[in-house]
C-alpha cells in the first residue's frame, strides 16, 4: 500500500539533477536527488533512537529546509508528524508535547534554550530531542543523527488511512484540537493543488507560507509534480520581490496584505514580477477593493482564491478560484467552485442535517478525499464536527449562488483571522484570566485595513483594581505566540452578556469593531 513519500523516489528517475528546493538566506540548494539522500538519512537516524510507526514526532522548526525534509522522514518511516508552530511559548509547547504523547522533537538550538528547556521536565514522554545548530547538554545534534546514516531507504509500508500528521488547530475551548491528517489525505491535496494552480514542472513556485500550518501543502505539491520551491522564512517586501526577479518566480505567495503591500507599492514594482503568472492567496478574506486593485495594476497575474481548512489541508476538499477561471469570482467576492473530488453544501446551523437552498447562508460543509480522519483524543468534537456520512462541518457561514459559487460571510465561531493568522478568543481569554487584576475578559476583531481583523481585548478589573492597557498586553506577550497578542485595551464595566452568562462577542465587534458598514 502507498506512502505519500514515495513519490520522492519515483521523482529522482525524472528530475534527479534538476534543483528541487532553494533557501537564499542560507544558501541551500538541493536536487531532487539530494533531497531525496536527506530524507533516507534522517529517516534513518530517527529510526535508530527508536522512532517506528504510528510514533509521533513534533517538529518546531519554522520555516526552513530541515522542517520539509523532517515530514518527509517521519511520514517515509510511518510516524507521524506534529508541527508547532515556532512562535509558540512555553506552555503551549508543554500542552502539544503532552498531548500529541510525542516521543521525538526536532527543534532549534535558541528554541531548545528558550523554550524547551523549560518544559522538559513536565513532558514525560518526550525520550529524544534533535537540536539543528550547535550542540547542547541533553540534545542529539542534527548533524550527527545524520552523519552516519544511509542514504537508502524503502517506505514504510502504509495504507491511505494510516496517520501520518496531526495538524493543531485553535480550540473553542481553549485548547487546540490536533486535525488527524492521513497519507491519503495528502495525496488528494497535492493533487487538487496541481490542478488549482496549473501547475507544472516548469513553475518555480516562491513561497513564505509558515512551514507549520498547512499551507505549507502548496509547496510540497510544487515538490510533487517536479516544480521548483523557493522559501523565505517571512514575507518581507523587498525582499520578496528581489527574489521574484532573481529566480524569475511564476508563482508566489500572497495574503491580502501582501496584495496591500504590492498595490500601494512605488512605481516600477511591476518589473520585478515579469515572470509571475499567478499569486496564491487564502487563509482570510481578500476584500473586494483590495483584489481589484491588484487585477489593475497587474492584469498579468491571475489572483487564485482558495478557501480551505486545516482539516481539509487547504483545498485537499474544498472550494478556490483556479488559475485560468477567474470568472468564478464573481466579481472579486467569492471562493469559487469545488476543486477535485469536493463536495460543498450549506446546512442549517442548528441542524446540520438541514440542507438549504442557493442563497440562503448557513454553516458550509465539505465532503471528499481531502478531510482528516477527526480530532485527536477528542471523540466529542470529532462527533460534532465530522458526521457519519462524511461531511465535515466547518463552522464557517456563507451560501452557494444558483451555480454552485460558494461565498463565505462570516464565521460560526467567534474565530479571528489576522493576516491569515486564526486566532480563538477563548484561548486568549483564558490566559488574561489569569492576570490578578482581571475580573472577567472577552476577545473581538477591530478592523483593520491592512490585516483584516486585529485582535482587541475588552477587559473587566476586579473591585478597586486599575490597571494599564500596557500591562495587560505585556501580561499576555509572556504567555502567548506574538500573533495572540491583543492590539488594544479596553476597559469596561461589564462585559455584554445573554442570559447572565454567555458572552456576546457580536455586540463588542459591532460596538468596537469599527467595521466598514
Known amino acids: 500500500m502507498p506512502n505519500f513519500t514515495s513519490f520522492l523516489d519515483s521523482n529522482v528517475y525524472y528530475y534527479g539533477t534538476k534543483i528541487a528546493l532553494v533557501n537564499p538566506a542560507t544558501g541551500e540548494i538541493y536536487t531532487y ?37 523532517s515530514y518527509f522522514a517521519i511520514w ?51 525520550k529524544n530531542v534533535v537540536v539543528i545548530g550547535e550542540r547542547v547538554e541533553g540534545g542529539i545534534s542534527w548533524s550527527d543523527l545524520i552523519s552516519a546514516e544511509e542514504p537508502k531507504l524503502r517506505p514504510e509500508n502504509c495504507s491511505l488511512d494510516d496517520l501520518c500528521q496531526i495538524q493543531y488547530t485553535s480550540g473553542t475551548t481553549g485548547f487546540p ?32 507560507f509558515p512551514h507549520f500550518h498547512v499551507g505549507v501543502s502548496w509547496g510540497i505539491t510544487t515538490l510533487r509534480y517536479g516544480a521548483t520551491l523557493v522559501i523565505m ?35 516600477g514594482t511591476e518589473e520585478y514580477l515579469k515572470s509571475v503568472r499567478c499569486i496564491l492567496t ?48 464573481k466579481g472579486y467576492l467569492s471562493v469559487g467552485a469545488p ?36 480530532y485527536w483524543k477528542k471523540p466529542k468534537e470529532t462527533q460534532e464536527s465530522f458526521l457519519p456520512d462524511g461531511w465535515f462541518l466547518t463552522g464557517d457561514v456563507g451560501y452557494l449562488d444558483d451555480e454552485g459559487i460558494l461565498f463565505v460571510t462570516g464565521r460560526k465561531k467567534d474565530m479571528i483571522i489576522m493576516s491569515g493568522w ?19 475578559a472577552a476577545i473581538f476583531p477591530r478592523y483593520d485595513e491592512k490585516r483584516g481583523e486585529i485582535p482587541v481585548a475588552a477587559v473587566v478589573l476586579k473591585s478597586g483594581e486599575k490597571a494599564t492597557e500596557e500591562e495587560i498586553i505585556k501580561f499576555c506577550e509572556e504567555r502567548l505566540a506574538g500573533y495572540k497578542v491583543p492590539r ?20 463588542l465587534r459591532e460596538k468596537y469593531g469599527g467595521f466598514p458598514k
Not at 45 to 54: A, D, N, Q, R
Not at 186 to 201: H, I, P, Q, Y
Not at 340 to 360: H, R, S
Open 233 to 267: 522564512e517571512r514575507f518581507e517586501l523587498n525582499s520578496f520581490l528581489k527574489l521574484a526577479r532573481e529566480y524569475r518566480a511564476t508563482i508566489v505567495s500572497g495574503m491580502p496584505p501582501v496584495l496591500y503591500a504590492l498595490i500601494t507599492a512605488p512605481p
Open 76 to 126: 517515509r518511516i510511518g510516524a507521524v508528524a506534529v508541527p508547532a508552530n515556532p512562535a509558540f511559548k512555553a506552555e503551549e509547547m508543554e500542552y502539544i508535547l503532552n498531548d500529541s504523547e510525542a516521543n521525538t522533537l526536532i527543534t532549534l538550538e535558541r528554541a531548545y534554550k528558550e523554550v524547551i528547556s523549560q518544559v522538559r521536565s513536565r513532558t514525560p514522554g518526550l
Open 339 to 374: 476543486v477535485a473530488y469536493c463536495e460543498v453544501k450549506i446546512v442549517d446551523e442548528n441542524d446540520p442535517t438541514k440542507e438549504l437552498p442557493p442563497g440562503q447562508v448557513g454553516e458550509i460543509a465539505l465532503r471528499g478525499p481531502g478531510v482528516a480522519k477527526g
Open 177 to 208: 484540537k490536533g486535525a488527524m491528517l492521513t497519507h491519503g489525505n495528502w495525496m488528494a491535496a497535492v493533487e487538487a493543488e496541481r490542478w488549482t494552480l496549473k501547475l507544472s514542472d516548469e513553475d518555480i513556485y516562491l513561497t513564505f
Open 422 to 440: 486564526k486566532i480563538y478568543p477563548a484561548e486568549v481569554e483564558n490566559v488574561l484570566l489569569k492576570h490578578p487584576k482581571v475580573a472577567e
Open 33 to 69: 536527488r539530494d533531497l531525496l539522500d536527506k530524507v533516507n538519512r534522517v529517516a534513518n537516524g530517527l529510526k535508530k533512537l527508536g522512532v517506528s510507526k504510528g510514533d509521533r514526532v513534533c517538529v518546531y522548526t519554522g520555516s526552513r529546509c530541515e522542517t520539509l525534509i
Open 488 to 507: 488594544a485595551v479596553i476597559f469596561l464595566d461589564s462585559l455584554p452578556k445573554m442570559g447572565g452568562w454567555k458572552v456576546l462577542h457580536r455586540v
Open 282 to 329: 487564502g487563509g482570510a478574506p481578500t476584500p473586494q477593493e483590495i483584489w481589484d486593485k491588484f487585477v489593475k495594476r497587474y492584469p498579468q497575474i491571475e489572483v487564485v482564491n482558495a478557501y480551505g481548512l486545516s482539516e481539509t489541508i487547504v483545498v485537499g476538499t474544498a472550494t478556490a478560484v483556479p488559475a485560468g477561471f477567474s470568472h468564478l469570482s
